[in-house]
């Protein structure tokens, strides 16, 4: 038996169709998983299993997340990572991550997905590069599944320790032969490549400077093989284009090339410091990057040419990156953040309202390589996130609810519909215990830093 679902009385219903339809007293009606029916609310059907009473909401298809380490939420505002750039900040939080547990992983994982979904978010990726301890990727893929949220496992991996000239500290980097094992065990577990899939596996080198030449190639390879998408960190900030240069004697985007880390099947994480060459080449190729503006903003790393990316035809998607560089996981903040930072590099043109959504949506399932996700349409997942407009951050910005999600305080949903079940209902997520998690979570990051001694 087929169950449906109606949302209804939409205030306004952002479709990201083709024709970018914004949609008064709009409505969607969903079967199973599946959007069935878009338009205004008097064109749909009248009844359904059941019905949600979208009155005086902005609805929306769920934000996307192209980045995050979502361990790292354990490790905020650690006080000697607070004030560094990407290598020095890299370094003070290794040794504290090397304590990293299985539960640790698992329980974090919740956390920030709990975070990212109450911000709108219905689809993220996970980019976990550490294993210390008996830590696996399996612990964050079944943290997905409890919470119900649509998940892009990325197995990462750094090879080259401080011994070989890499960054990271010996005892946190793995056997290059291992690495290759379980990431083909991942996939062979987990990958599911058909339409509506709640769960991808990506491999994911953590960075050209944590890992060898031999592994991108290797990672490459593997991930053509079996039809999955590549991801890892690319051009973050001056110090990693130096350390490329003199490593490799090549830009972080010819490396990237050179490595066969190029396609519609690859996104790389910041490119801050891309350059023109480097855009020209992305566009040219389809590879995509996730664009993360509050950790490039906290890290200064710089502020990523992403306008200049999207007039050159670039797929770009947003990331809130981990939270020990952010450190929040807010989605809908994420956004405002990437519009607004464009408009400090670019002038107040370079990113409107409406480009941001489109970014942190369409843009995102591009990336990801998907066309089921990212827009409300029929035949598309039943990914749908609602935005009450009662509350005080939008007094007085109603003659726009669309751009005043972006403009305004940041909000939280009322309703986060991810595949067709209702994850989030009346501003509280159904699937978990959120209070147990974040009290336990609490607990294990203070276990952490005490074991370091941070
Ligand atoms: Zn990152």
């Known amino acids: 038996m087929s169950k449906t679902l109606l949302i209804k009385n939409a205030r306004m219903l952002v479709t990201m169709d083709d024709e970018r339809r914004e949609i ?9 998983n599946v959007i069935e029916q878009v338009g205004a609310s008097a064109d749909l059907p009248q009844q359904a299993d059941e019905v949600i009473d979208a009155t005086n909401h902005v609805v929306m298809p769920g934000l996307i997340n192209t980045h995050h380490h979502m361990y790292q939420s354990l490790t905020r505002v650690i006080p000697a ?3 560094g750039e990407l290598f020095n900040w890299l370094t003070n939080l290794y040794p504290i991550w090397a304590n990293l547990t299985p539960e640790m992983v698992h329980v974090s994982t919740l956390t920030a997905m709990s975070e990212l ?10 980019h976990l590069y550490i294993y210390p301890n008996g830590c696996k990727l399996d612990d964050s893929i079944e943290a997905a599944g409890k919470i119900g949220m649509r998940f892009h496992a990325a197995r990462g ?13 010996d005892r946190v980097v793995e056997e290059e032969g291992a690495i290759l094992k379980d990431t083909q065990r991942l996939i062979e577990t987990y990958h599911d ?11 994911a080198p953590c960075s050209p400077f944590s890992v060898s030449r031999d592994l991108m190639k290797e990672s490459a390879a593997m991930a053509r093989a079996f039809g999955v998408s590549l991801h890892t960190h690319l051009a973050e900030n001056a ?9 490799f004697n090549m830009t972080p985007a010819e490396y990237a090339e050179d490595c066969g880390w190029v396609g519609h099947d690859v996104w790389h994480a910041h490119c801050v410091q891309l350059d023109d060459d480097g855009i020209y080449m992305f566009a040219r190729t389809g590879t995509g990057i996730a664009h993360c503006p509050c950790s490039n903003m906290r890290l200064a790393s710089g502020i990523a040419p992403i306008r200049k990316m999207l007039d050159a035809d670039v797929s770009v998607g947003l990331g809130v990156d981990g939270s020990a560089s952010n450190d929040a996981g807010h989605m809908m903040g994420e ?3 990437a519009m ?9 043109d370079a990113m409107t309202a409406r480009q941001a959504l489109e970014v942190a949506t369409l843009g995102g399932a591009k990336v990801l390589n998907r066309d089921d996700i990212g827009a409300l349409k029929p035949g598309m997942s039943a990914d749908i996130v609602m935005f009450k407009l009662d509350g005080i951050g939008f007094a007085g910005a109603l003659h726009d609810p669309v751009a005043a999600l972006v403009f305004c305080t940041p909000p939280n949903v009322s309703y986060s519909i991810i595949n067709g079940k209702v994850v989030v209902r009346d501003g509280r997520i159904c699937s978990i215990d959120l209070p147990v998690v974040i009290e336990s979570h609490n607990a294990l990051a203070h276990q952490l830093a005490l074991a370091t001694g941070a």
């Open 193 to 203: 490549a058909g339409r509506h899939a709640m769960q991808r596996v990506v491999v």
């Open 117 to 126: 979904i109450l911000s709108g978010c219905t689809t993220s990726s996970d």
């Open 157 to 169: 991996s750094m090879s080259v320790g401080q011994s070989k000239g890499g960054l990271p500290p």
């Open 340 to 348: 607004l930072l464009q408009r400090v590099g670019y002038g107040p």
């Open 81 to 83: 990572a607070q004030n």
């Open 24 to 32: 008064a007293d709009g409505a969607v009606f969903i079967r199973d």
């Open 335 to 337: 956004v405002r953040q």
């Open 239 to 247: 110090n990693d284009i130096a350390y490329s240069r003199e490593k």
